[in-house]
């Protein structure tokens, strides 16, 4: 059995011992699923009342017991009529054999010794001594409606923890309490980057002016390096006729996801959760020639999507998030080279955080054609094109078959944050739909018009969501060209304020983001407040700095630097900006 198998065995099977747990102490318990998740299991359940850490604390005890009797794993095909018989008590099974059974589904049954019974396709251990004992623990409880609907019954979902080891599991709560202290729903507002109103509601962030400066530099870093690349810019409406997205499919996609509008004459819009559609609309104003292509629009614009208030996250998942998007309009001839550019871009991108790039080669699932659009041989001309891109750039890369968009092929980019998480970020989409579906076209050579393809590009994805990952990434001290405010000066006392702000008008002019900070409280009081606000330097100025026109540099990562000249520290500053330096 491979590692990965094995280590899913072991939570599947955890997850049959919750659910024996649970029922020893709630016989009348109600079950529904308990698949297996990233680092561990979860099973939902209908109970007569609300969990408590208690209840936890005793399902893992006797979780732990079931181990410790070494218990079988045994499967069984059932008939439809054997399984509603043999959970004729449980509503949620009985709704799942109907619809397996309809699907032609192999029905299955897993015992774990004497003690439970559930409809599982399998992938257990053979034996509960195969399960460490004090490599899993019961982590918390949430709401979850029933198949994720909330029109159906709210069950309680308990999630478990689970690896092969001991280590393993407490090197990985390690990262969980440093994750806690990173998080950026608690540094977001604390270092006063955003914020949330119950007046404009949940999944709609509010910037303040620090956290807009940094979405705006993150921004015109992205668009100059797609300048030199050849982009335009463009600038598209927040809100559609319903028929731009039935044409381009995506209405049938994400019609419950929308947010929609109904004018006073009884027309019907939607404020758009992508851009793609209307920027086929700026190609599609005139006839172009194959010598005018590629055409390359960028826009950086908000979307906006109808999610479920339990899925809100934080800027992780919100309601409202602003798109880096870019689209290529070229000939399928010149497809390589603007993957290559957009590669690029990418590649001087992330590495300035400190983040390394690892690539998914996402190509469609060949058992199941249906999924996707377009013919055969155009989805093996895109896909044989990627395959020679990740080739060529001899990166890491992973093959996904099945993760390509309906559309077309798709290489998406991966990065490790600081503490060991992998993030999905950039995406390169090559769509050979919607210029079909638009009847996007060039004249070529001949004068014959050709049907041309679309590239898909947001360097950051969300600009939301990669904050939130940069914030926590940085645990919120941001480098010093990203830093909201660069560098604070701190007079000793009020007799060296004027001194102070003499310092502050060089850095100002210099271009520096700097603050000057009042001399009425305590200077290790305001040293304190400084790094807790996470500014990179903190320049005190005194009787000995002001002769000497010097001041006393504190890094925040580095500690104390000592005594430097203004004009050498503003070189100094003036470069790590320039460099864009960690």
């Known amino acids: 059995m491979e590692n990965n198998d094995k280590l899913a065995g072991i939570r599947h099977s955890l997850a049959h011992l919750l659910a024996a747990a649970v029922l020893k102490k709630f016989p009348d318990a109600k079950l529904a699923i308990g698949p297996v998740i990233e ?58 054999i109907e619809e397996f059974a309809e699907e032609g589904k192999t029905l299955t049954t897993y015992k774990t010794g004497e003690i439970f019974l559930d409809l599982c396709r399998g992938g257990h251990v053979d034996n509960t001594s195969e399960i460490n004992p004090d490599a899993f623990m019961l982590d918390k409880t949430a709401g979850a409606y029933w198949r994720g609907d909330e029109k159906k019954p709210m069950l309680q979902r308990i999630y478990g923890v689970a690896f092969e080891t001991k280590e393993e599991l407490d090197k990985y709560l390690a990262m969980i309490a440093e994750a806690k202290k990173r998080d950026h729903k608690k540094l977001g507002p604390e270092l006063d980057l955003f914020t949330f109103s119950d007046l404009v509601g949940p999944g709609l962030p509010l910037w303040t002016p620090k956290g807009t400066l940094v979405r705006n530099l993150l921004d015109d870093f992205v668009w100059s390096l797609r300048a030199k690349r050849g ?11 319903k028929s731009l997205y039935e044409t381009s499919g995506h209405w049938d996609k994400y019609k419950d996801e929308l947010f929609r509008i109904t004018t006073r004459e009884g027309h019907e819009f939607a404020m758009k959760p992508m851009n793609c559609p209307h920027h086929t609309q700026i190609y599609a104003r005139r006839p172009w020639s194959y010598r005018e292509l590629p055409q390359r629009y960028a826009n950086t614009t908000t979307c906006y999507r109808d999610e479920q208030t339990g899925e809100l996250s934080g800027l992780s998942r919100v309601r409202a998030f602003a798109q880096d998007d870019a689209h290529v309009f070229c000939r399928m001839s010149q497809a390589k080279e603007e993957f290559l550019k957009i590669w690029d871009i990418i590649h001087e991108f992330y590495p300035v955080f400190g983040f390394e790039l690892k690539v998914r080669l996402s190509l469609h699932d060949p058992a199941q054609p249906e999924k996707y659009l377009g013919n055969k041989d155009n989805w093996k001309i895109a896909e044989d094109m990627l395959r020679e891109i990740v080739a060529e750039k001899k990166i890491e890369w992973i093959e996904g078959v099945g993760e390509a968009a309906f559309y077309g092929p798709k290489l998406d980019f991966m990065v490790k944050d600081a503490i060991g998480r992998e993030w999905q970020v950039a995406t390169i989409q090559l769509d050979m ?38 914030i926590e990434h940085f645990a919120g001290a941001f480098p010093l060209w990203l830093a909201p405010v660069q560098a604070i000066i701190l007079p000793v006392s009020e007799k060296f304020e004027d001194y ?16 000057v900070s009042d001399p009425n409280e305590t200077l290790g009081k305001r040293i304190r407040e400084s790094e807790m606000q996470k500014i990179p330097y903190v320049l005190v100025v005194g009787e000995k700095e002001e002769p000497e026109n010097t001041a006393s540099v504190r890094h925040y990562r580095r500690g104390q630097e000592g005594a430097e000249k203004i004009d050498v520290l503003l070189e100094k500053l003036a470069r790590e900006i320039k460099e864009k330096a960690l």
Do not use: W
Request: glycine share 8%; proline share 3%.
């Open 231 to 241: 982009y335009m810019k463009v600038e598209i409406p927040h809100i559609t006729k």
């Open 39 to 96: 680092n561990g299991f979860y099973y939902d359940f209908l109970l007569s009342r609300g969990l408590t850490p208690e209840d936890l604390k005793d399902f893992e005890k006797d979780m732990k017991k079931m181990i410790g009797g070494k218990l079988p794993f045994t499967g069984k095909e059932v008939s439809k009529m054997e399984a509603r018989e043999i959970f004729k008590n449980q509503q949620f099974k009985l709704e799942l």
């Open 500 to 515: 102070a702000n003499k310092v502050g008008a060089q850095l100002k002019s210099a271009g520096i983001r700097v603050e």
């Open 433 to 470: 739909n919607m210029p079909e579906r638009f009847d996007l076209t060039c004249a070529n050579e001949k004068g014959e018009k050709e049907r041309i393809v679309m590239i898909h590009a947001a360097i950051m994805g969300s600009i939301e969501r990669f904050l939130s990952i940069a």
